[in-house]
């Protein structure tokens, strides 16, 4: 009997199909994205019931951390052409006797996680090399009655945007007496429709727990 | 993962008729990196967002008068300490402040469980809780054939007519936390209360928070005649 010759070939595995496996799945995930920013503090938002979704445009969010410090950022509006972004620092330079340059600007504009800078040093902070100089900076806005500087965001992000909204993302450890300021100082601007951000979490109550 | 091309010794080399064979191990690599990448820094879910109105600020409190409403409806929900609740019902009436010392009422603790607040709430909501939930039950089953902006409306219409469930005042002690605010009025949505709303904490409230939780007041509220 002969003996049957085992091929001295190392086995193949064909790849193609996880070639295309993949691609279905990266595709997906391309098309599906859209990018975390970093943000300047770490925030576990508290669970509610709530199912409408974050407008995409014209909100202002404030940014509270568990250590008390207040951060705002906002979006450039539906269209980019509208700039909304460079427009309010512009205003808030203007108030504050600070000329910013156009390279600046577009700096302001580019960044697109929270702020918590006071606007003194906002020039140092846009013109920082890099990131690590930029985190440094990121004290809290000061929202002190002497010096408001959140109250002036807030004015001039509404006089450039005036359909913006106000969103506040706080971490479930917040101290309320921070929480209590912004909804002060927003409330001192007019400003009463507030929307709270959210991770869904699905509770229901049934009938028989109500008639018992 | 290389593959080993053996060579085949001698003999005459047959034109093979299948395809020529590429290797895809490098792009099965790069397309992995690519995959555990775009994984990362996806955001699937969408942040959910819960509206609050707040009543307006008043400037100017000399021309305005308190909004009337009925002692017997009220419940008051103050926030504490370390997550806890704490309750009472009506309004604490002129005379037993004036009184030295003011006379309180009782505060009854709870929690955010659903065996606490939200008993509670139900237990005072029960005409209109049960409305909604059988109006949803209604809509889910189809016998009342309607859209889920219109159903959303419906419920909106059944809050507004209701005039028996509790108006609810909503208080934070100074200690409370973020998570706590967003629980309770998340509680408003799941009871389906009509009418609640967020007020500043009055200077007998803090004391009564004080007095139940066993705290003494560091500094005095600067509303505290």
């Known amino acids: 009997m002969p003996k049957i010759k085992l091929p001295t070939k190392s086995p193949h595995i064909d790849m193609t199909p996880m070639v295309d496996l993949f691609s279905v799945v990266l595709i997906f995930l391309m098309l599906t994205t859209t990018m975390r920013q970093p943000e300047p503090a770490n925030v576990d938002t508290p669970f509610s019931i709530s199912e409408t979704p974050l407008p995409d445009f014209n909100t202002m969010t404030f940014l509270l951390s568990t250590d008390g410090k207040v951060f705002m950022n906002f979006d450039n509006g539906p269209d980019t052409l509208l700039k909304y972004r460079p427009k309010i620092l512009a205003e808030m330079g203007k108030h504050y006797g600070i000329e910013f340059t156009d390279v600046e600007l577009r700096n302001f504009e580019r960044q697109k996680s929270s702020l918590g800078v006071p606007i003194l040093q906002m020039k140092d902070f846009l013109n920082a090399k890099d990131n690590n100089a930029r985190t440094s900076l990121q004290t809290g806005i000061p929202i002190d009655s002497t010096d408001n500087q959140l109250a002036n965001w807030i004015l001039y992000a509404r006089k450039v945007n005036p359909n913006i909204k106000a969103t506040i993302k706080g971490d479930s450890d917040t101290g309320f007496d921070v929480v209590e300021k912004v909804l002060d100082i927003l409330q001192e601007k007019n400003v009463s429709r507030f929307n709270l951000i959210t991770s869904l979490e699905s509770t229901k109550i049934n009938l028989e727990e109500i008639q018992q | 993962m290389a593959e080993i091309i053996v060579e085949e010794k001698g003999g005459k080399k047959k034109a093979k008729k299948h395809a020529p064979h590429i290797d895809m191990t490098p792009m099965v690599d790069l397309m992995c990196l690519l995959i555990v990448f775009f994984m990362l820094t996806t955001a699937f879910s969408k942040a959910k967002v819960m509206e609050i109105i707040l009543p307006e600020k008043i400037k100017d409190p000399a021309n305005q008068q308190a909004p009337k409403i009925l002692g017997s409806r009220t419940l008051n929900i103050i926030l504490g300490p370390d997550n806890k609740v704490y ?47 059988e109006f949803n039950r209604d809509v889910i089953s189809g016998k009342i054939p309607i859209s889920q902006d219109s159903a959303k409306n419906a419920i909106s219409a059944l809050k507004n007519d209701d005039d028996t469930g509790p108006i609810v005042l909503i208080k934070a002690y100074k200690k409370a936390n973020y998570g706590n605010f967003v629980d309770i009025l998340d509680e408003m949505n ?21 007095t139940a939780a066993g705290i003494t007041p560091v500094a005095t509220s600067s509303n505290n005649p």
């Open chain 2, 87 to 133: 309750t009472y019902p009506g309004s604490v009436k002129a005379e037993d402040l004036a009184a030295v010392p003011p006379n309180l009422p009782p505060l009854s603790e709870t929690d955010f469980s659903a065996e606490g607040i939200r008993k509670v709430l139900l237990d005072k909501n029960r005409m209109l809780a049960r409305k909604i939930a």
């Open chain 2, 190 to 210: 799941i009871c389906g209360i009509a009418s609640y709303m967020f007020t500043k904490i009055a200077w007998y409230e803090e004391k009564m928070v004080e």
